[in-house]
């Protein structure tokens, strides 16, 4: 005979469709309101966070390639280094969604990060929209007035998500939108999920612990290589400019130079979501089969911008800069597998987002004055080759992590199963003596 454990309380995948399609519709009443709630602050404003700060990234290449370059004689490696000066100017914390979200991480994650791909599509349209409606207004450029509108639409969103972003479960308080059920709910919710709450202080142990451990390691090794992925689609702009020559007509508009790059990152917000859906969906959780299908089509692609002809036809190279944001789409997936193997110690978790962002910040800064300089764009084959040889890399290392988290998987099974058979003796042994009593008794 053996005792009987409770079930594992920790998260596991819907199992109706309409879970599928989003968690919230399986759960009960008091808590689909309550999830409606924090998906309608964190998850609405998290998504136009990153909205605004990657629209002011892709502003800066937009700008530049729409009279920028030529206003301020920027003909040398000066791009590279404005894009230097901003990604560290801007270097902003990472925000899991621990407040509440006891699964289907990859929804959520996937929804924030889409917005890192739609941003360059407001960029695009607008900068076009722009150069055509304003260049020239009030004495100012065109791409001069790109920043100027931003800066209109990134100040309304800051002041509402100062009033509506939600705290942490373990330190929030009842206010005008949580009420003191809703912050049980989520309490709950983390527990369930097996999220231990946050607020413990780091010491020299615990950071040393972190810094041990294959799970910090593996991932802030995934995140730091992580700006190789993204580089080569860079060139797609420069591409298109290289096209018109001083003196010749022009091959590309100034409008189709901002647009035509829109389909890429259409692609991989598409992409991106279709994705995170399937694995939250009909592979019930797991990330590492669609994050490896990834990496081997992004090494084709890389492999193909390195050793075909630069300036082919628009048919033979753009739809390679379209799709080679693939691999550099799985970063949805790749944070919400991180905070599902580390949710057992929020700290860790917390340190392994700040090391996976800050690292791929730092990197983000200095790949492109290595590999990708705008002094020979479009013509980066290093670069390319660079990046198959990371994306190689990165099939490795998940690779890794897939192993280590089924052995740990297991590992956990088998302490089970040794902690049964270790009760079953003892189990007996009181039966035994209670039967002995009784046979006494009876005599």
């Known amino acids: 005979m053996t005792t009987q454990r409770p079930p594992s309380e920790s998260s596991v ?12 519709t399986d759960v009960p009443k008091e808590e689909r309101r309550f999830l409606l709630k924090l998906d309608a602050t964190l998850l609405t404003f998290g998504t136009l966070g990153m909205l605004i700060k990657w629209i002011d990234t892709s502003n800066i290449t937009n700008a530049f390639v729409s009279g920028m370059k030529e206003d301020l004689n920027l003909y040398g490696n000066q791009y590279n280094y404005i894009i230097v000066s901003w990604t560290v100017g801007s270097q902003v914390g990472w925000t899991v969604f621990t407040f ?30 722009i150069y055509n409606g304003l260049n020239g207004h009030a004495g100012l450029a065109g791409w001069r007035w790109l920043f100027v509108i931003n800066g209109v639409i990134s100040f309304p969103i800051a002041v509402l998500a100062y009033f ?22 989520a309490r709950a919710r983390m527990e369930k999920a097996g999220r231990k709450p946050e607020g413990k202080p780091y010491t020299v142990k615990s950071v040393t612990g972190f810094l041990t451990s294959w799970k910090t390691l593996l991932f802030t090794l995934i995140f730091t290589i992580q700006p190789f992925g993204s580089q080569p689609f860079t060139a797609f702009v420069f591409w298109l400019k290289a096209h ?13 130079i901002n647009e035509y790059p829109t389909l890429g990152n259409a692609f991989t917000a598409v992409y991106s979501l279709v994705c995170v859906w399937i694995s939250d969906g009909p592979l019930r959780g ?52 991180m905070a599902e193997l580390i949710s057992e110690n929020a700290e860790q978790r917390a340190f392994t987002a700040a090391s996976m962002n800050t690292l791929q910040f730092t990197f983000s800064a200095w790949i492109p004055l290595v590999w990708f300089q705008q002094v020979k764009q479009p013509f980066v084959t290093s670069g390319n080759r660079a990046a198959a040889v990371v994306a190689g890399l990165n099939i490795i290392i998940f690779s890794s992590i897939a192993f280590l988290a089924r052995n740990e998987k297991l590992a956990k099974k088998r ?29």
Not at 101 to 127: D, H, T, Y
Not at 173 to 183: G, L, R, S, Y
Not at 415 to 441: F, N, T
């Open 286 to 337: 797991r990330r590492w089969p669609v994050i490896l299908f990834s990496n081997f089509i992004a090494i084709i692609i890389f492999t193909l911008l390195a050793v075909t002809p630069v300036m082919g036809p628009f048919s033979h190279r753009a739809p390679l800069y379209i799709l080679s944001s693939i691999g550099g789409s799985m970063v949805p997936l790749t944070m919400a597998w």
């Open 164 to 185: 509506f972003l939600p705290d942490t479960p373990g330190t929030a308080k009842p206010n005008w939108i949580f009420t003191e059920q809703d912050i049980k709910i």
């Open 244 to 256: 018109n020559k001083k003196g010749k007509p022009p091959v590309y508009s100034i409008a189709q």
């Open 100 to 129: 509440a979200l006891a699964g289907e991480l990859g929804k959520r994650n996937g929804i924030m990060q889409s917005a890192v791909s739609i941003a360059p599509i407001f960029s695009g349209f607008l900068q076009a929209g």
């Open 415 to 443: 302490d089970g199963a040794s902690i049964d058979e270790l009760a079953e003796p003892e189990l007996h042994q009181h039966m035994g003596e209670k039967k002995v009593g009784v046979d006494v008794r009876a005599l």
């Open 13 to 24: 995948p819907s199992q109706s469709w309409k879970g599928w399609i989003w968690d919230s």
